[in-house]
């Protein structure tokens, strides 16, 4: 059984709005749900009412359900055990060759299916296996996918009594040796050899099993309160995390948790999250608001728990960021194919949750940003003259934007979902496409020679990825300066043909302007126009 937040309010609120008589004292009391704590976009409820089945029920015999609409309706992710590939949602699209990866079109869908999208969740669920079985009610347990890189525990003891976070001198925020034998476990039947042959990718990011090697079945239950110096009752994520300084890493870190939460099938926010880093030092992170898309309450920080015994009720272990063949970064994806509903999803809820809200598309105008940077390397040396070109004539609306720590990352989100065509250098900034709407061109002005990167991850994303196509069109000031290697062109500045450049913004322009989405958002917007000049012509006659 899958546990909801409940929350008990009187009847008498009810019928206040009923227009009743208003009794002084709640006799009435009912059990009602409060729809808004799901705080999931609307058009991702009737899945989520689909993987839970009582929610469904409570919100059709509620009269304040505001999700009646989405009752009825069959959608699915794709890992549901009813869900087949006939009625899942599906955003991909294999237009191109898959350049001998596979040999049907059928496999290359697949293919793409299962290693970037809700068909990852699936197999992942598959693996799942029970490596510490309970037996009585209070016992805990221990499940996880293969090579421990997801598990969740019940009832889960730590002892971090030996950790020495704050007293060494270790600054490496992934040591291996904070849990030895015998300081971690629970209450259940451990299958030892299941358990240890799960080491395969041992690595700080890409499994848990440096944490959870050791182990053991205990004699005691963990929560007995005689063995714990502190007791989280709340579900709990434990996390490993990427660069908190960098966009592209650090959302490879929130993609995989998404995808946890629906390996766990919860999206709740009334959660703890515990940072697995194992340096006393503080974690510098730009992104920190994205965290209110998780949780409501403050990061726990495993500095925080040295030297005390943990145990944790509810525990989940998620996905990490650099997992092998995992989302996102190091990722071979399979050629030809674009459009990931698990990454489209990510965004939407991401937006959703951070009340980030769409204001266009413009009437006429294509909302244009222009990402420039503030570095010693990759600066266009000609950006004025790029941002002239496209103010002459008026058909774009131009922003200009460095996205630095000075500006809040909402106000950045704000202004790339807001963006129909993003032009930058390549650099971490670029990783906003994936906020982009879905009608969006994002134009990474020139790769610097590591092509894969962002022409990837717009292609999970689902946008159009366009980069220069001429070099003898551009110019490099020089070989590149490599701190410590050779030459490079990521260290250096560039400066781009005006007319060449337009041709590609020209491009990026019809293909926003034909975009099945883009065309019915404009209709929407026309729609509610319509609608808005009624209703004042009503007020008027009145
Ligand atoms: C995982 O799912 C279970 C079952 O729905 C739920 O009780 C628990 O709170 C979830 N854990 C987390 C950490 O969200
Ligand atoms: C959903 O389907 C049921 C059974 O077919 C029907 O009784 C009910 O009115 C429908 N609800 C909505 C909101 O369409
Ligand atoms: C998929 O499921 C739907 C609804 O359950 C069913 O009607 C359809 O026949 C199934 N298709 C396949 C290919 O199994
Ligand atoms: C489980 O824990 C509850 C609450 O602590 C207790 O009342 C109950 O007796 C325990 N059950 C067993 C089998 O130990
Ligand atoms: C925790 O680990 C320390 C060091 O190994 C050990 O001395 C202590 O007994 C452990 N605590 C419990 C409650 O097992
Ligand atoms: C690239 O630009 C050069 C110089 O303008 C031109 O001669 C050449 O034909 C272009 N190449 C392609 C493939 O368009």
New binding site residues.
């Given amino acids: 059984m899958r546990q909801r937040n409940f929350r008990f309010i009187c009847k008498i609120a009810q019928m206040v709005r009923l227009g009743f008589i208003v009794m002084t004292v709640c006799i009435n009391i009912t059990i009602a749900y409060e729809w808004t704590w799901l705080k999931l976009p609307r058009k991702h409820i009737s899945y989520h009412f689909n993987t839970n089945p009582q929610l469904k029920t409570m919100c059709a015999e509620d009269i304040s359900c505001p999700y009646k609409d989405c009752i009825n309706e069959t959608k699915c992710w794709g890992y549901e055990p009813f869900c087949n590939s006939s009625i899942h949602i599906s955003h991909l699209n294999c237009p191109g060759d898959s350049e001998r990866w596979t040999k049907t079109k059928e496999e290359q869908f697949n293919k793409f299916w299962i290693t970037a999208d809700f068909g990852m969740i699936s197999e992942r669920l598959q693996e799942m296996t029970t490596l510490c079985k309970p037996v009585?009610?209070?016992d805990s347990s221990l499940q996880c996918v293969k090579y421990l890189r997801y598990c969740q525990a019940k009832n889960i003891y730590f002892n971090f009594s030996s950790a020495n976070i704050l007293s060494g001198n270790d600054r490496n925020r992934y040591r291996e040796d904070i849990i030895k034998p015998g300081q971690v476990g629970g209450h259940c039947q451990l299958d030892v050899n299941i358990l240890k042959s799960q080491g395969e990718h041992k690595s700080p990011l890409q499994s848990w099993y440096a944490e959870l090697e050791h182990y053991t079945s205990l004699e005691f239950?963990p929560?007995d309160s005689k063995h714990c110096d502190l007791i989280l009752d709340k579900p709990t994520y434990l996390i490993k995390l990427d660069a908190g300084v960098n966009m592209y890493h650090h959302f490879c870190d929130f993609i995989n948790l998404y995808a946890s939460q629906h390996l766990n099938n919860s999206f709740s926010t009334d959660v703890n999250i515990i940072m697995w880093d194992t340096s006393p030092m503080p974690y510098g992170d730009f992104f920190k608001i994205t965290w209110k898309a998780f949780t409501d309450h403050p990061i726990i920080a495993l500095k925080d728990l040295d030297g005390k015994n943990v145990c944790i009720k509810d525990a989940v272990f998620p996905l990490l960021a650099r997992m092998r063949f995992g989302l996102y970064y190091n990722m071979p994806l399979i050629p030809g194919c674009h459009g990931s509903s698990l990454v489209k999803t990510f965004s939407e809820h991401i937006l959703h949750r951070l009340n980030i809200l769409q204001t266009g598309p413009l009437r006429e105008q294509i909302r244009v940003t222009f990402l420039v940077r503030n570095t010693q390397y990759r600066n266009i040396l000609n950006q004025v003259e790029l941002w002239s070109a496209l103010k002459t004539g008026g058909e774009y609306e131009v922003t200009v934007v460095d996205f630095n720590r000075n500006m809040p990352f909402e106000e950045q989100l704000a202004i790339s979902h807001n963006t129909d065509i993003f032009i930058g250098i390549h650099g971490a900034g670029l990783t906003h496409l994936l906020f982009q709407p879905d009608w969006a061109v994002v134009i990474e002005i020139y790769n610097c020679e590591d092509p894969g990167c962002y022409y990837d991850l717009a292609r999970l994303r689902g946008i159009k990825y366009m980069t220069w196509e001429n070099k003898s069109k551009m110019t490099q000031e020089d070989e590149g300066h490599h701190p410590t290697l050779r030459a490079h062109a990521k260290f250096t500045n560039f400066a781009f043909d005006v007319n060449e450049f337009m041709r590609l913004i020209h491009i990026a322009t019809q293909h926003v302007r034909n975009h099945p989405a883009y065309l019915t958002a404009q209709k929407d917007i026309a729609d509610r126009t319509v609608k808005y000049n009624s209703r004042n012509i009503i007020k008027d006659e009145l």
């Fill in positions: 009585d009610e209070n239950y929560l």
